[in-house]
């Protein structure tokens, strides 16, 4: 079952639509992608060999989109590259032009608009409506070879990918219109243009007459030749190739020269308004950079050097890691260079890529403070497809969505109504004009992203291999920046992307579902299901045996190094009769059978790209489970696939306040070998900050023992000092035991604060341990050798997910606390004793819910309530979150935030180990303190903050820890 061998490969999955995990991801598995062309029928595929799945156009004026499609000259079309006998200007008659291309502008600010023909085509032929069918993926490797092939046929004479070129002057636009057509074939009657386009769809779907989009594009290489030729007839022919089956069907039209000449202008005059208003908006663009200063009244220390080796980064087209404090203002300082760079040629687009929404809202108001001091900027944020979603239900079918009907009639206009009237292009902005159009949000905000200057976005836009996006902006990828905020956050998002799992079950369903309907698809998914079978019988086999390709690797869990070589030749087979029954429909056992079919093609189509990549760092796991299987494929090292592509694009800057230790986050992210880093000390005084290092143990086993003195601890700095304090738990379950535990201090007695059944005292203490979580537990050598395990076998959850309230199996409490309590100052209290307001973070917080509570942290009145606000560790309030002043006094950080114990972390330190580094650092100390680092940060956040952070665990007093805290959080005299 698990073949020997490297398993390597580059190959990439593509799917429809764009994602954003952890979970801001939109995944189409409707097939509702994006698409270059909305005059191709939905099911038929008939692309380009890399232009699969079609794509929106891309209203950039100086674009070469024209190569993407072309296997032997990808990226940017350049004047050498060009054959001379082909790159000559070709004159033109302007006489025959509509009166809206003649029309007189001034010299000095006409246009100059460098464009494929390409581009140019599907611009100017988009309409209709976002088809949700199926839309199969002819891959770039295959697209390549089907267009080889058939240039191999080309008969003596015939030129294949023949660089054209035309230059021309028309509506105040001075025009270079290029591209590569696909064969110049010698024919008796004169040359022809052939232009080939592979589909995955039936050939019988084109109806005879192929896409227009086609017809206008191959025409346009024909007008270019024919002018430079002096040529008054020329025949185009468009080849269209089925890419499984290999068969080919051609059609061939005679144009004269002014049916020709028709079509060029008729597309330039489509695209004109287009791009007057881009050279107008670079102009204004320009001249504001030149004009733009740092938009605060000075740098603080750090800011300058930090920005300067942005700019630097940049302009060499190489790669940054930079670590500085929280509370620098990195966003600005990493911003402002980046836009200036703009203006000198640096770069020409920026991508500023977050893993939460707080720090895209960071990005956002950085870039609005520059436009007060008169930037002009087009900058667009993506969200999610289900979060801008203007309808109840998320369906991109026309017959249900007035936004996906019509579509493509609609969206040129609505984006030159966009990009004319808005330069920040929030979401609330996009919504606004895509309910003024009637377009989709989620369509409308990509199409923006293509013509804008930067673009605020998930990472995965750009490093998610199953996100269209950034394959579509491939060409223009060496002139586009990275800037890759809170950077500690990527390594962890790219194992989870090029990972990939699949489940046994729906397969059996499929096998029986298709069996009197579809021989061949009944029988491809039994050959998955008789894989998995096979997968079991070798996990079982092995573990008894002590031997074989699988070996244990923790309850249910079996583990190799080789790929599931049996799994994945089934996997492929499946993929290869899905494809063309979904191409045609697939629906014929009913809407569900035809839902069950698409997500586990999808499915396969993510685990068979993972098996490409599988080497040395990655590795397969089964899972067993009440009779099911799961395979997995599971990197545990993506620095080599960060740094393929990183390579493609024309700068990158990491940065955040938590790259530490730096050389382990250089070492995760891919860092190359020229690239640089920057460590910067904090701008602020340690006066500002009081540290309390807490020795008490928040280790599973002595959790119950310590709640009470944990509880007292927190009540008692929150009394002294007043004000809003944030504590941070490593786990959801660890913080609402402690809640209960405040429950009983200040309403001692109280039967209402306690779980049915408790008596005072105990109810803590038993939710801990009932809670089912324990950190990685130890500390040095003996924590390494044991994994961290304790006796109860159990983990720890932290973060946003995977909250474990109960013990496995236990039914939900119906008494979970609620998200704000208040427990007024007792009479005749102390001068310390003052009111508490509790709050918690919970696991299934809406935007409106977190804003509540963050909207809670105002500056106290004086001798008011005090605020504890309860959250977890690596969640939502404890990154991008900026509390400055007032708004915080205090910050208690519960534990040393190791991450959740489970086979894959075991694997990682594993792994880690035989690369001969510290496999428990790796995996679990140095995530672990970049929570820390980032919950701590929440607390100084300018020159006149002040706060007291708490520290709470005894190893922090252990050098392992304390040499990775900040300098101005140790004690006095440690190293």
Not at 9 to 14: D, I
Not at 299 to 323: I, N
Not at 786 to 796: D, F, I, L, W
Not at 799 to 825: I, M, N, Q, T, Y
Request: with cysteine.
């Amino acid at each position: 079952m698990f073949a020997e061998g490297d398993g390597k490969g580059t190959a990439r999955m593509e799917r429809l639509g764009a994602e954003e995990s952890g979970t801001e991801q939109a995944r189409r598995t409707d097939g509702s992608g994006p698409k270059q062309a909305a005059a191709a029928p939905a099911g038929s595929e008939a692309a380009d060999a890399a232009e699969a799945p079609e794509a929106p156009v891309k209203p950039e004026a100086v674009v070469a989109a024209e190569e993407m499609d072309k296997p032997e000259a990808l990226g940017r079309l350049e004047a050498a590259e060009a054959p001379e006998a082909m790159s000559t200007p070709a004159a033109t008659d302007i006489s025959e032009a509509p009166e809206a291309l003649r029309q007189p502008e001034a010299a000095e600010t006409a246009p100059a608009v460098r464009i494929a023909v390409r581009a140019l085509a599907e611009y100017a032929c988009r309409s209709g409506s976002i088809e949700t069918g199926f839309r199969s993926l002819t891959s770039l490797t295959e697209g390549t070879r089907i267009h080889k092939a058939v240039q191999a046929e080309y008969g003596e004479g015939s030129e294949r990918e023949v660089f054209l070129r035309m230059e021309l002057a028309l509506g105040g636009v001075e025009w270079t219109v290029e591209g590569r057509c696909d064969g110049l074939l010698a024919a008796e009657g004169g040359p022809v243009i052939d232009e080939i386009k592979s589909t995955s769809g039936r050939l019988e779907d084109l109806g005879g007459e192929g896409h227009r989009v086609h017809w206008m594009q191959a025409r346009g290489y024909a007008y270019i030749y024919a002018m430079q030729q002096g040529l008054e007839r020329m025949d185009v022919q468009l080849t269209y190739v089925q890419a499984d089956s290999g068969a080919v069907f051609r059609i061939r039209r005679s144009f004269g020269l002014n049916e020709l000449r028709e079509g060029m202008f008729w597309m330039l005059e489509q695209y004109a308004p287009f791009a007057r208003m881009l050279r107008r908006h670079r102009l204004e663009r320009n001249a504001s950079l030149e004009r733009l200063e740092f938009p605060f009244q000075g740098f603080r220390p750090g800011q300058r050097k930090l920005s300067a080796a942005v700019y630097k980064t940049l302009e060499d087209k190489g790669g940054l890691f930079a670590k500085a404090p929280t509370g620098i203002g990195k966003t600005m300082s990493v911003l402002w260079p980046a836009v200036r760079a703009l203006g000198t040629g640096a770069a020409s687009r920026l991508f500023y890529l977050t893993a939460r929404t707080t720090t895209r809202t960071a990005a956002e108001d950085a870039v609005r403070r520059m436009e007060e001091q008169g930037l002009k900027l087009h900058a667009v944020t993506l969200t999610a497809k289900e979060k801008i979603c203007l309808q109840d239900t998320v369906s991109c079918r026309k017959e249900d969505c007035p936004f996906a009907d019509g579509y493509y009639d609609r969206i040129n206009g609505a984006v030159l109504d966009l990009m004319e009237h808005e330069t920040l292009m929030t979401r609330e902005v996009i919504e606004r004009y895509a309910l003024k159009h009637r377009v989709c949000p989620f369509e409308f905000s990509l199409e923006a992203a293509y013509a804008s200057d930067a673009v605020i976005c998930d990472y995965n836009y750009i490093y998610d291999p199953k996100v269209s996006l950034k394959r579509f902006l491939a060409e223009q990828a060496k002139g586009t920046a990275l800037l890759v905020d809170e950077a500690h956050n990527l390594p962890d998002r790219a194992r989870s992307m090029y990972s990939a799992e699949l489940d046994k079950a729906p397969f059996l369903a499929l096998q029986r579902a298709y069996k009197g309907l579809s021989a061949g698809l009944s029988a491809a998914a039994k050959g998955v299901n008789a894989a998995f079978i096979a997968l079991r019988k070798e996990a079982e086999a092995g573990a008894a045996a002590g031997e074989g390709g699988l070996r244990p690797a923790g309850p249910g869990a079996y583990v190799s190094e080789a790929p599931p070589q049996q799994l994945l030749e089934s996997v492929h087979a499946f993929i290869a009769q899905a494809e063309p029954h979904l191409a045609a429909g697939g629906d014929e056992g009913g809407a569900e059978t035809a839902a069950l079919l698409l997500e586990a093609y999808w499915a396969a189509k993510a685990f068979a790209a993972a098996g490409e990549w599988m080497d040395e760092r990655f590795v397969a796991m089964a899972e067993l489970a009440r009779g099911g299987v799961k395979a997995r494929i599971m990197c545990l090292d993506p620095s080599r696939l960060l740094q393929q592509t990183g390579k493609a694009y024309g700068g990158r800057v990491f940065f955040s306040a938590t790259l530490s230790p730096l050389p382990f986050y250089m070492d995760q992210l891919g860092a190359m070998e020229e690239d640089r880093s920057l460590t910067l000390p904090s701008p602020f005084g340690r006066e500002q900050l009081e540290v309390r290092l807490v020795p008490l143990s928040t280790r599973y086993a002595d959790r119950g023992a310590t709640l009470k003195p944990l509880a007292r601890l927190l009540l008692e700095a929150v009394r002294e000092k007043g004000g809003n304090w944030l504590a941070f738990f490593p786990s959801y379950a660890y913080m609402n035991a402690l809640y209960e535990q405040l429950l009983l201090e200040l309403n001692p007695g109280s039967a209402a604060a306690l779980p049915d059944g408790a008596e005072a005292g105990e109810a803590g203490a038993d939710s801990v341990k009932a809670s089912g979580t324990n950190p990685a537990e130890g500390s040095g050598e003996q924590e390494e050798a044991s994994g961290g395990k304790n006796p109860s076998g159990q983990e720890e959850a932290s973060g946003d997910k995977g909250s474990v309230l109960h013990a496995e199996g236990e039914a939900a409490d119906a008494r979970e606390p609620a998200e704000e309590a208040l427990f007024p100052a007792r009479a005749g209290s102390g001068g310390k004793e003052r009111g508490l307001r509790l709050r918690l973070q919970r696991p299934d917080m809406d935007e409106e819910a977190r804003d509540r509570f963050l909207a809670a942290y105002q500056p106290p009145e004086p001798g008011g309530d005090a605020l504890l606000g309860m959250a977890v560790m690596g969640g939502i309030f404890s990154e991008g979150v900026d509390l400055a002043g007032e708004r915080l006094e205090g910050v208690a950080v519960i534990g040393v935030g190791l991450p959740q114990l489970g086979p894959e972390r075991d694997l990682l330190a594993a792994y880690e180990k035989k690369q001969g580094r510290s496999g428990f650092d790796y995996a679990y100390v140095y995530p672990g303190i970049s929570k820390v680092l980032q919950a701590g940060g929440r607390l100084i956040r300018s020159e006149s903050d002040t706060g007291v952070l708490l520290l709470v665990d005894d190893r922090y007093m252990q050098p392992r820890y304390q040499r990775l805290l900040p300098e101005e959080w140790r004690r006095e005299g440690d190293a």
